[in-house]
């Protein structure tokens, strides 16, 4: 997936178009975006609409109608599910910078990401969390490079909702997020990574899922839990 290894203008497009299907063209999409709306934006939601399917699953995009800056300029455009977290670009900042907020805070931090960098983040984040073909496994460090063969990282940090070491990680064709494992997960010493691995279909998953001796995405559907233990959140 060279489009989020050397990303470009047309990165979210792209991702979207071979992970989702497209269903039309740009020029049937007619979006009412007010002029205060950064292109970005107009552009990642006219992709999202073209999509075939949802591309948002955990958290959410501000529906392009409902964008409009508060009084100090800050326009926000990504909420968490839980709305516990805020997205939000300075209109006034050429570099259209990304900032966020916690709930009950009024003062805003830099995320190190710019807009286009940030709404691709969150769309691969969203095609992990909210993918039918998935599973997930949990590794212990020392056989982390084993479980990732193939894969190349991310630039993206995580988001002020994650845990700091939350990574994204891709293949050709796949997908994974790698997540320090819940409480409860790892035995006292021991020290264990959560990777879910996610694909466009199932055919391509199988081939990850073999890796971890699991025959058919049924069986990997049983590595999501690791009795005695519940499943993880997603």
Same mark, same amino acid.
């Given at each position: 997936?060279?489009?989020?290894?050397?990303?470009?203008?047309?990165?979210?497009?792209?991702?979207?178009?071979?992970?989702?299907?497209?269903?039309?063209?740009?020029?049937?999409?007619?979006?009412?975006?007010?002029?205060?709306?950064?292109?970005?934006?107009?552009?990642?939601?006219?992709?999202a609409t073209?999509?075939?399917?949802?591309?948002?699953?955990?958290?959410?995009?501000?529906?392009?109608?409902?964008?409009?800056?508060?009084?100090?300029?800050?326009?926000? /455009?990504?909420?968490?599910?839980?709305?516990?977290? /805020?997205?939000?670009?300075?209109?006034?900042?050429?570099?259209?910078?990304?900032?966020?907020?916690?709930?009950?805070?009024?003062?805003?931090?830099?995320?190190?990401?710019?807009?286009?960098?940030?709404?691709?983040?969150?769309?691969?984040?969203?095609?992990?969390?909210?993918?039918?073909?998935?599973?997930?496994? /949990?590794?212990?460090?020392?056989?982390?490079n084993e479980?990732?063969?193939?894969?190349?990282?991310?630039?993206?940090?995580?988001?002020?909702?994650?845990?700091?070491?939350?990574?994204?990680?891709?293949?050709?064709?796949?997908?994974?997020?790698?997540?320090?494992?819940?409480?409860?997960?790892?035995?006292?010493?021991?020290?264990?990574?959560?990777?879910?691995?996610?694909?466009?279909?199932?055919?391509?998953?199988?081939?990850?899922?073999?890796?971890?001796?699991?025959?058919?995405?049924?069986?990997?559907?049983?590595?999501?839990?690791?009795?005695?233990?519940?499943?993880?959140?997603?």
């Open positions: 997936m060279d489009e989020l290894l050397s990303i470009d203008s047309d990165s979210v497009g792209r991702f979207l178009r071979r992970w989702y299907g497209t269903v039309g063209s740009v020029s049937e999409v007619h979006l009412d975006a007010g002029p205060h709306v950064p292109a970005e934006l107009v552009e990642w939601h006219t992709a073209l999509a075939c399917g949802l591309v948002a699953f955990q958290d959410r995009p501000v529906a392009i109608t409902d964008l409009a800056p508060d009084s100090c300029g800050m326009l926000e /455009f990504w909420v968490e599910n839980q709305n516990g977290y /805020f997205w939000a670009v300075d209109l006034d900042d050429d570099r259209l910078q990304v900032f966020s907020r916690e709930a009950g805070e009024d003062s805003w931090t830099g995320t190190g990401e710019a807009l286009g960098d940030f709404l691709l983040h969150c769309t691969v984040r969203e095609a992990v969390i909210g993918g039918a073909s998935k599973f997930t496994v /949990f590794v212990d460090a020392s056989e982390i479980a990732l063969e193939s894969f190349e990282p991310l630039k993206f940090v995580a988001l002020g909702s994650e845990e700091p070491q939350v990574k994204l990680w891709c293949s050709e064709d796949a997908l994974v997020r790698m997540a320090p494992p819940p409480a409860g997960y790892a035995s006292p010493g021991e020290q264990l990574w959560m990777l879910t691995f996610a694909a466009p279909s199932d055919s391509r998953i199988e081939r990850y899922a073999s890796r971890f001796g699991l025959e058919g995405l049924t069986d990997a559907e049983s590595a999501r839990v690791e009795p005695p233990y519940e499943p993880p959140p997603f």
